[in-house]
């Protein structure tokens, strides 16, 4: 069984400041982590992929993340936050074949504020 | 490339009403469609998922039924809506094979009143 847990609903940070999501899972198989962002009454995209290789895996917007097998986390980090990045970002385990079922947390709302 | 397309983007249906929404995907064949819904302030959640016309799983028991007449149509439905019906309904597709990310249409918010 896999499971996902993002350990904050609401980040609000003000503008040009760094942000941190934090996201933390459990897989009994191979772990492969995704980062999707949703912009306000919009589906989901892709922000970022691990599937191996280097743990720093950088995505689109500026954001990257780090996989932390030995304290199994995947935070999402920024430097510096722009007003457009406001979403809501989630993170997943992917469902193997079926990558419909994958497991995502619950979401974390990040309000940049000027 | 491969675009999805879902409408209508926003629906306002009183009690007892039928539903029927849409999805469509354009430049890949035999794709996997998923239906979700994504309750306010909450995460998403898998209602049905086809891996082949006239193949549906449903993941929860509910109101909503879904069908799949063609390779890349995705039609989710209700004969009779449900105040807890309300919410934000997302058609995704992927690929089949492992660890494939997905690919989401823009969304339906649904309000039952």
């Known amino acids: 069984a896999q499971s996902v847990t993002q350990l904050d609903s609401q980040v609000p940070v003000f503008e040009e400041a760094p942000v941190e999501l934090r996201c933390n899972y459990s897989?009994?198989?191979?772990?492969?982590l995704f980062w999707y962002v949703q912009y306000p009454n919009q589906g989901l995209q892709l922000l970022l992929k691990?599937?191996?290789?280097?743990?720093l895996v950088k995505g689109i917007n500026g954001f990257e993340a780090e996989f932390n097998k030995s304290q199994t986390s995947f935070h999402l980090r920024k430097p510096s936050v722009h007003i457009s990045d406001t979403a809501e970002y989630f993170c997943a385990v992917p469902g193997g074949t079926n990558a419909g079922k994958s497991t995502f947390g619950d979401g974390t709302t990040l309000t940049v504020k000027p | 490339s491969q675009t999805i397309h879902q409408w209508p983007a926003t629906l306002v249906q009183p009690v007892g009403s039928p539903l029927s929404l849409e999805c469509t995907v354009e430049?890949?064949?035999?794709?996997?469609l998923y239906w979700y819904r994504q309750a306010a302030g909450r995460g998403l959640q898998l209602l049905f998922y086809s891996v082949g016309i006239g193949q549906i799983s449903s993941e929860v028991p509910q109101n909503l039924s879904a069908s799949r007449p063609q390779d890349r149509q995705f039609i989710l439905s209700s004969k009779k809506l449900l105040l807890s019906d309300s919410g934000f309904y997302l058609c995704a597709w992927s690929g089949g094979s492992w660890g494939e990310k997905l690919f989401f249409g823009s969304g339906t918010q649904l309000s039952v009143l």
């Open positions: 897989s009994s198989v191979s772990v492969y």
């Open positions: 430049g890949t064949s035999n794709p996997n």
């Open positions: 691990y599937l191996s290789g280097s743990t």
